[in-house]
């Protein structure tokens, strides 16, 4: 079964940012392209044809927690970014941080979300 655009784009954004880049990177190498010039063309391309301001990606970033519901939300930030115990750990404790970046609306506001059912606050910009 052939895989469709949807699912890689669903794939991709359940990666963290730093499993983003490394695929960024290994497609480059790959392919002998740099991102860079896809990057830059596609905002310009995308923005001109909306026609609008209209924000389409959003950071959404921890900005504190219930210290009684620390390992809940460390749980939720391991989910939502994929990263390791520690790293989440180290994550959470240094709020106000970044979880994901360049994510849709409803991503957005499913990850906040999910921060505050664990007993976090986060926001989305």
């Known amino acids: 079964m052939a895989v469709t655009k949807e699912d890689i ?3 991709i954004a359940n990666m963290s940012v730093l499993e983003v880049s ?8 790959k392919f002998g392209v740099t991102a860079a010039v896809a990057v830059a063309a596609g905002p310009a391309a995308g923005g001109a044809a909306a026609g609008g301001e209209e924000q389409t990606e ?3 970033t921890l900005e504190s927690f219930d210290a009684a519901k620390k390992i809940p939300v460390i749980k939720a930030v391991r989910e939502i970014t994929g990263l390791g115990l520690g790293e989440a750990k180290a994550l959470v404790e240094g709020a106000p941080k970044a979880l994901k970046e360049g994510v849709s609306k ?3 506001d499913e990850i906040v979300k999910k921060i505050e059912e664990a ?3 986060a926001s989305k910009k």
């Open 9 to 11: 784009l669903e794939t």
């Open 58 to 60: 959003f950071t959404v």
């Open 106 to 108: 409803a991503d957005a």
């Open 22 to 29: 490394e695929l960024v990177k290994a497609m480059e190498e």
């Open 119 to 121: 007993g976090g606050k």
